[in-house]
């Protein structure tokens, strides 16, 4: 037992003296003892944090100083940069995100023509949309340029042929010439029947002053609504005929036709004999020095070149669909001009047959003719200069047609009949005809006229087609012989109407006779 104690007091002894060093060592720098504090330790740090100052001191002077506090400076200026940079390029990457986001909306407009960085004008503060050049060369090389060389073609034969005689201008004899103009249209078409007797209608009434009323119901009836009976007639129907019309199925608008001439001359004939006797109470006489009704034709060979031109046009409406002009895929084959525009072999036919007429017209006839028509490029130019404004600048009006035309809610005749007529007024007709029939096609009837386009009723192409022909005739720029029928009366001293003064003659003789037209024909 004495030995187990003593080994435990021994051990407790050895644990109390290790416990006891550790605490001194924490409570005292240096050594500690019970009875007082040794501090030499301590002391002889302070001397070397004394000594470390010194040595501190002289190796940071005053020059080092202020070189640290300039760079201090410099580097602080050169961080501002940084952070101003730094701002910026969050910017940045915020507006590259906006800008992404609006790519992303705008992604459905990518396949448009349309600019859309237009930065506008003094006169255009917004761009709506633009055309293709495509879209341009397509409209001149396959619309106008055949449309503008049958014109040529027509003019100029015409104008090397003349009639002469006794007859003078009377409302009899004008309502006979008139009548006959009307039916010559359908088978020589407007713009041949149109030169062809305009001259002579001039001349006969040349005793007269009060005349312009005569060219303006000779439009009316010669350079438009007389067209309707045949393709050769007016442009629309041979679209019409190219796209599956039969050839003699508008001999059907005869009625219709006949129903309008009777109209119409009757309104004449008061108009005329209204202003026939004021002139004679004028005092003026015709010369009626060679009694007599003899009527001359000079140049009569000319008709066969007319014939040629007549040829020529039915050519450009049957050969596209024959096979030998066509590719395996069904295509017209023709010349590659640009792009996707291409000008078809059948049209070239078309404008070489008919300038070669117009060149032989020029040949075979003596300069006198023309000289006794007062024969003049004037009209013709002036044509050529108006018509290419209106073919480019209607292009995005038919656009919009042909994209929303179904969607009018068009689906009667008379209202086809209306809305054909109008545009066609102010818009070339064979265009707008076109799109209409292409509406009417798109209804999905199943009862009608098979074509091309889809099956239309009957009763809806008579009134797509006596629109877009009768009512070409309510502007100067409806239908291409209006504009040249006023130049030639202009340069044989008629004063025509303006623009706007021409449209109170139609608006207030035509629009009466279609809304009868409307009620009898197409309800």
Known sequence: LVGFFGDIVKSLGHTAERTWGGLANVLTLGKFNIGGADYSDYNEMVDKYNKLNEIWDELIDKKTMEAAAAKQEAVMEVAGLLIADHKKIAEAQAEIVKRNTQIEALTPWMSLEVAMNYPGTKKTAMLLGTMAAETTLECIINDYLTFIVLLFGLFCVSGNITLSGDLAGSPRINVGLLALGTLLSSCIGTTGASMLMIRPIIKMNAWRKRRRHIVIFFIFMVSNMGGCLTPIGDPPLLMGFMRGVPFFWSLKLLPILLFNMVVLLFIFYHFDMKAYRKDIAAGLKPDISKPGTEVKIRGGHNLIFIIMIVIAVILSGTLPSMPMFQDAAGN???????????????????????????????????????????????????????FVGIFITMQ??????????????ITEPFEMFWATGLLSSFLDNTPTYLVFLTTAGALGLSQGMVTALGTVPVKMLEAISCGAVFMGANTYIGNAPNFMVKSIADENGIRMPSFFGYLIWSFGILIPVFLVDMLVFFL
Do not use: Q
Not at 358 to 386: C, M, P, Q, Y
Not at 396 to 409: C, H, Q, R
């Open 332 to 386: 017209v084959l023709g010349i590659h001009v640009f792009g996707e525009v291409t000008l078809s072999y059948p049209a070239i036919i078309e404008c070489v047959i008919i300038l070669v007429s117009a060149f032989l017209s020029f040949k075979t006839t003596d300069g006198s003719i023309r000289r006794e028509n007062h024969f003049t490029w004037g009209a013709i130019h002036e044509v050529a200069v108006l």
């Open 396 to 409: 995005p009006a038919l656009m919009i047609l042909k994209a929303n035309g179904a969607e009018l809610g």
